[in-house]
């Protein structure tokens, strides 16, 4: 029987259960019986640390011990990429199986990596597992949803191009999406969606692991843009599946086995992929929930709207920090949503530790307990607009903002979330040090440019201007210090009014990067 087949007769038993009522997928453990998880930190590994492990025992140490004295309480692994798996997979395909001559350096150090582990140990998964638990924290197989870093249009990744799509185009999303997620399963179909769901099965019963993650933001796409929000309850239908698989293995072993879902940071921007994550909570189909966004690297989400529709029920919160950030920022990040309500911290894409493990370390000891950050030296950042692959997934950012004369339209303003509260810290002896940091384009000397802070006028005379050389030309960063009590923990807003402007210049005066930093006298 080929893989079509099997795929295919398991979708006509999956859709005869369905047929039998919501009763066939009822949880055996309601979410009440199911122990918090009280993740302080959850760490998302995409399987890279493979690249960089010689044989188990190596794989152990770099991908599993450092955490040790950290405040990571969980490890969620990545168990594949594309429809392309990282280990003996019977219902999938493994990594590099078909593969005769790989596209680059990067792909070979993966697949040798990995079979060196396997040469140790076939199921090195339950020997990470194992030592996750003997360490303390829970393991996470992690899934990535419809990963398209296989398609022509985007990343190109062509040793991790399955041959199940390669042999049926008709289940993929196609022309219908941006190219760079063209690869994309359409999980409209029935045979889509059992394809995830046999890899996962597989995965449960195979290993003792703590917990399964469905991460459906990597890739953000999973039906035709125009048929998303009318299919969501498709995608609500393979949650309600896992999570009955789960509640039935976890029965056997005598033990809950918890459920981890990613998914976008507004209820607008979910519904809009077909994902209805608000029902998923309200069912309570899963025990975590990681509030985000695909491409991880944004460091000013608001998770208003998930803390919002998680009170008072007995999940966690975590809110999502991507990509590896100087401390100062990865710190400004976490308080923020630390204050804004969330329970715990995911870092996402954190490569950090392959090339300086100190600096990395840094951070996982201390954005796990907001009691740390306070008194500690930040950077909150804004983010700008990210490119049109994007679009479905993430919010208008406010970054670049064009500023136009004043009475040509309304004011130019940026609203932004403080997590200290520089006034507390003072009292308590520590004096902060603030000011606005701004890059902007298209700058004349003779601009007339005021700012405000929560409504407070700015001295911008006291601003100093650092100059950073480009390949044609050089960057214009301001610095403006500012009392500290113009700041608000919570939302701020800075207003830009320009006054007077040269029109001889069509281009506008554009703010493209702003962040505000705050130095403490005497930091922690």
Sequence with gaps: MDRRQFVTQSVAHSVAALAAGRTALASRYTRTQRPPCNYRIAYNDDGHTLQHSSGLDDLLKKGVDCFIGTQVDALFWSVGHSDIYLFDTKTGEMFGQHVKQFDNASEYRLHKGLQSVLNDRRDYIQAMADRAREIGIHFFASFRMNDCHDSPGGWNSRDQYSQFKKAHPELLLGESVHPAFATGFDFSYPESRQNKFQVIEEVVHAYDVDGIELDFLRHPAFFKPDEAFGHRHLITGLVQRVRALLDEVGESRGKPIRLAVRVPFTVELAHKLGLDAPAWIEEGLADVVTAGTPRGHELDLSMSEYAEATRGKPLTLLGQIGLYHPPEQTRATALNYWKQGVHGIYLFNWYAPLRNRDTWRKSLVEIGDPSLLNYRNKQYVIDKQIGSMWTHSHPKA???????????????????????????????????????????????????????????????????????????????????????????????????????????????????????????????
Excluded at 462 to 477: A, M, N, V
């Design 398 to 524: 406010q970054l670049p903002l064009e500023i136009r004369p004043v009475g040509s339209e309304g004011t130019a303003a940026i609203k932004f979330h403080i997590g200290d509260d520089v006034q507390a810290a003072a009292t308590a002896g520590h004096f902060a040090r603030c000011k606005l940091v701004t890059r902007f384009e298209d700058v004349l000397e003779d601009d007339d440019l005021q700012i405000k802070l929560n409504g407070v006028v700015l001295s911008l005379e006291q601003g100093k201007t650092e100059y950073r050389p480009t390949l044609f030309s050089k960057e214009d960063w301001f610095h403006v210090p500012f009392n500290a009590p113009l700041l608000k923990t919570g939302p701020n807003q800075l207003e830009f009014i320009l006054r007077a402007r040269n029109r001889q210049v069509a281009a506008p005066l554009t703010l493209a990067d702003m962040s505000i930093w705050i130095d403490y006298e005497t930091e922690t």
